[in-house]
């Protein structure tokens, strides 16, 4: 298991409403891709909600050592320590998880486990209070200030009805049908291959070529996974699967000062890339404009001294009003006494 699917999300969501009405007692942040919620739940007792992103989230009965808080998990302690969990739910099929919490005001934590992943707190409207990266899309962007929006989505596969996949499978451009199942529909990839299994459909059959009875038949498959206890592979829990194929070591206090220091100093050159890219990018401008002032040297030198010339005898408006059609001159700015050419 290399990361979630909205399916194996939907799985995962049955087993965590046990965590309703848990009590949020501690957030621990080991790395910046990390998180750990510590709960305390009636009748369970102390457990912690473990999130790796951009991939995974799940039960673990321990957490690793953490030296430091982070700013972001002090933020959130602020914010979330003592909160009551009361429904945790996944909208539209999407890799994306809401605990919606309360104290004296509600608040509602985003884990997104999709593109790099990132963590969202939003008050009870869904504006965003806090994040742990800011991101933007042509679509849609995370940032402080702004309302959550989610992502643009056109098929939710536990909505979607038999009498709408026939149009669904026409209307798709995928050349094969698990290609269609993991990407338009949001199977992933081992799902997709399962349910073209189930169905003794060719995988590699265009979509839009489905049959009626093929199209039922998928539709019956559909209901099955959804409706079905997972494969635990012999685990007690979803959650026991899921931490089981993400098994590391456990970091030691200095191994994670060392990986702390590591994340900070790849930050700095980050940001040293990036200003040496803008400062390189406005040389290459800087230099085709000084190149494009040279060759049209003689043309701008014949015009400033017209210009001054005409100084001599005209007011900046008169100047301004006589060069209304000049081909070259773009604009006269008589109050700042300032003239724009244009030599392109």
């Given at each position: ?107 509602i934590l985003i884990i997104e486990l999709f593109s790099k992943g990132n963590i969202i707190l939003c008050d ?64 992933g990839g081992s799902y997709s291959e399962e349910v073209c299994t189930l169905t003794n459909i060719d ?142």
């Amino acid at each position: 298991m290399n990361q979630l699917t909205a399916l194996d999300i939907y799985y995962l969501l049955k087993e965590l409403k046990i965590l309703i009405g848990s009590k949020i007692n501690n957030i621990y942040q080991p790395s910046k891709k990390e998180l750990y919620i510590q709960l305390h739940t009636p009748n369970k007792g102390k457990s912690y909600l473990k999130v790796i992103l951009p991939s995974f989230i799940f039960l673990a009965d321990k957490k690793e050592a953490v030296e430091k808080p982070s700013n972001f998990s002090i933020f959130l302690r602020k914010h979330l320590n003592n909160c009551r969990i009361r429904k945790i739910i996944q909208k539209n099929f999407e890799r994306i998880i809401e605990f919606h919490l309360e104290k004296e005001t509600s608040h509602i934590l985003i884990i997104e486990l999709f593109s790099k992943g990132n963590i969202i707190l939003c008050d009870e409207n869904y504006t965003i209070i806090s994040q742990l990266e800011q991101q933007k899309w042509s679509q849609r962007e995370i940032k402080k200030g702004i309302t959550y929006k989610y992502p643009e989505k056109e098929y939710n596969f536990l909505e979607i009805k038999e009498n709408e996949l026939a149009g669904i499978l026409k209307k798709t451009k995928k050349d094969k049908l698990v290609t269609f199942l993991a990407t338009e529909i949001g199977l992933g990839g081992s799902y997709s291959e399962e349910v073209c299994t189930l169905t003794n459909i060719d995988k590699n059959k265009k979509p839009s070529l489905l049959e009626e009875k093929e199209t039922s038949t998928l539709f019956s498959a559909f209901k099955t996974i959804k409706t079905r206890t997972p494969d635990l592979k012999g685990f007690k829990t979803f959650s026991n699967l899921i931490e089981s194929s993400n098994k590391t070591e456990t970091k030691s206090p200095e191994e994670l000062r060392f990986q702390k220091q590591k994340d900070k100093l790849s930050a700095i050159l980050q940001t040293q890339e990036d200003k040496i890219k803008e400062l390189k990018k406005n040389e290459q401008e800087s230099r085709k404009k000084a190149e494009l002032i040279y060759s049209k040297y003689q043309l701008i030198e014949s015009i400033i001294k017209d210009i001054n010339k005409a100084k001599e005898k005209y007011s900046w408006d008169e100047i301004k009003e006589k060069l209304k059609w000049h081909k070259i001159v773009k604009e006269v700015n008589a109050k700042d006494k300032k003239i724009v050419l244009d030599i392109k």
